[in-house]
């Protein structure tokens, strides 16, 4: 960013920055049960600001004899953020299953760019002068430099195709009822998701050009960029000033027609049917679009139902029923020679793995301990959903 001091330019991204730290608060109070989510796309936004900020310190020339642009602090900095706005923005949409991320070890080798980048900085003496080329540093330092500006273009454009791939698969979880997500959480990951996908695209496609176009070209398609990044906050914070109300309060009860009721309570007669009398759920193949097919109704009514109704999600609702139907086969005299594999192939499973996890949720025991103890289990849980 060029200029005089607080011009147009600064003026808007100060305004953003603003803007971004609002978004940190506002993502904190909203009324959902993934807290997780929310203090990691908190912290994306701030670092967005600071991001933001350092932009505005680096590129202003009424900055430049600031003593922090003559040290490798504010590059530091600067490459810190930027490195880390990928890591947070990958690890918010894992965040968005339906019971959160779960840390190990693993996850911090994702800090190790900006570790590196840092000690890079550090280590060189990299200042603002030397990161906007305006000095001509030694062969080390300028290769240095040149590997910080490829690190900063390339790894978020890594990362958020990462993220990408991460959000497809939870849409398909959640097609076939494995996740109960929070439609506010989702569809604000979406649009920071998007948002971010263009605005990191543009900037690996300004670094691949710069080489090869004139400085004042590619200080215009900078500038661009940064106007990207502005737009989809301004978006972002003006559409949470909007719908301030449903942010606040998702999933508000509104009483229903009577016209409504009745075909509710006919869809749920429909599912009871099934359940209870067509036994559906022995079927091994079976998801949410075979069974609300088979049903003649519509996936997301029989979603919302399962969901509402009976408090649980399509995976947890016919495995429970599932799991019922393995107490009784495993206390049945014609089964009492069946393995425990084939018993729960009887039952609709086709995983052993799963079988075993909600077995032992469930129930408190193993199988083969069930069996032996004739199902008499006093901290045994309830498999199927009250009705």
Same mark, same amino acid.
């Given at each position: 960013?060029?200029?005089?001091?607080?011009?147009?330019?600064?003026?808007?991204?100060?305004?953003?920055?603003?803007?971004?730290?609002?978004?940190?608060?506002?993502?904190?109070?909203?009324?959902?049960?993934?807290?997780?989510?929310?203090?990691?796309?908190?912290?994306?936004?701030?670092?967005?600001?600071?991001?933001?900020?350092?932009?505005?310190?680096?590129?202003?020339?009424?900055?430049?004899?600031?003593?922090?642009?003559?040290?490798?602090?504010?590059?530091?900095?600067?490459?810190?953020?930027?490195?880390?706005?990928?890591?947070?923005?990958?690890?918010?949409?894992?965040?968005?299953?339906?019971?959160?991320?779960?840390?190990?070890?693993?996850?911090?080798?994702?800090?190790?760019?900006?570790?590196?980048?840092?000690?890079?900085?550090?280590?060189?003496?990299?200042?603002?002068?030397?990161?906007?080329?305006?000095?001509?540093?030694?062969?080390?330092?300028?290769?240095?430099?040149?590997?910080?500006?490829?690190?900063?273009?390339?790894?978020?454009?890594?990362?958020?195709?990462?993220?990408?791939?991460?959000?497809?698969?939870?849409?398909?979880?959640?097609?076939?009822?494995?996740?109960?997500?929070?439609?506010? /959480?989702?569809?604000?990951? !979406?649009? %920071? $998701?998007?948002?971010?996908?263009?605005?990191?695209?543009?900037? @690996?496609? +300004?670094?691949?050009?710069?080489?090869?176009?004139?400085?004042?070209?590619?200080?215009?398609?900078?500038?661009?960029?940064?106007?990207?990044?502005?737009?989809?906050?301004?978006?972002?914070?003006?559409?949470?000033?909007?719908?301030?109300?449903?942010?606040?309060?998702?999933?508000?009860?509104?009483?229903?027609?009577?016209?409504?009721?009745?075909?509710?309570?006919?869809?749920?007669?429909?599912?009871?049917?099934?359940?209870?009398?067509?036994?559906?759920?022995?079927?091994?193949?079976?998801?949410?679009?075979?069974?609300?097919?088979?049903?003649?109704?519509?996936?997301?009514?029989?979603?919302?139902?399962?969901?509402?109704?009976?408090?649980?999600?399509?995976?947890?609702?016919?495995?429970?029923?599932?799991?019922?139907?393995?107490?009784?086969?495993?206390?049945? /005299?014609?089964?009492?020679? !069946?393995? %425990? $594999?084939?018993?729960?192939?009887?039952?609709?499973?086709?995983? @052993?793995? +799963?079988?075993?996890?909600?077995?032992?949720?469930?129930?408190?025991?193993?199988?083969?301990?069930?069996?032996?103890?004739?199902?008499?289990?006093?901290?045994?849980?309830?498999?199927?959903?009250?009705?």
């Amino acid at each position: 960013m060029k200029g005089s001091f607080f011009s147009l330019h600064d003026l808007i991204l100060t305004l953003t920055i603003v803007e971004c730290l609002c978004m940190a608060v506002l993502v904190r109070v909203l009324p959902d049960k993934h807290g997780q989510s929310r203090t990691i796309i908190g912290c994306f936004f701030l670092v967005v600001a600071l991001v933001l900020a350092s932009t505005m310190i680096v590129w202003n020339n009424a900055f430049a004899d600031l003593s922090v642009n003559k040290t490798p602090v504010m590059i530091l900095i600067y490459v810190a953020c930027l490195l880390l706005q990928g890591p947070l923005l990958y690890f918010y949409i894992k965040s968005l299953r339906s019971k959160g991320h779960h840390w190990n070890r693993k996850d911090f080798l994702h800090l190790l760019p900006v570790i590196g980048g840092s000690i890079i900085a550090i280590f060189y003496g990299i200042n603002t002068a030397d990161w906007r080329g305006l000095t001509t540093p030694d062969e080390g330092k300028q290769r240095a430099v040149s590997f910080l500006w490829a690190l900063v273009k390339f790894s978020p454009f890594v990362y958020v195709i990462a993220s990408a791939r991460l959000r497809y698969r939870i849409h398909q979880h959640l097609r076939r009822g494995f996740s109960s997500i929070s439609e506010v /959480e989702l569809r604000l990951g !979406d649009i %920071i $998701l998007i948002g971010f996908l263009v605005h990191w695209v543009w900037t @690996l496609g +300004t670094y691949f050009v710069a080489d090869w176009v004139h400085w004042s070209v590619s200080n215009v398609l900078g500038v661009i960029n940064n106007y990207l990044v502005i737009m989809l906050i301004n978006g972002l914070f003006i559409s949470g000033l909007l719908n301030a109300e449903k942010l606040l309060h998702p999933e508000p009860i509104v009483a229903e027609k009577p016209s409504r009721i009745k075909n509710r309570e006919h869809k749920i007669a429909t599912i009871e049917k099934a359940i209870h009398v067509d036994r559906i759920y022995l079927e091994s193949n079976l998801n949410i679009d075979r069974f609300a097919a088979r049903l003649g109704l519509r996936v997301r009514d029989v979603s919302a139902i399962i969901k509402t109704h009976y408090g649980t999600n399509f995976f947890e609702f016919i495995n429970s029923y599932r799991i019922e139907e393995v107490k009784r086969l495993l206390l049945m /005299e014609e089964h009492k020679t !069946d393995n %425990i $594999l084939d018993i729960i192939y009887l039952a609709g499973f086709n995983s @052993l793995s +799963t079988f075993h996890r909600f077995f032992k949720r469930l129930v408190g025991v193993t199988p083969t301990e069930y069996r032996r103890q004739g199902g008499i289990i006093h901290n045994e849980l309830e498999a199927a959903p009250k009705i």
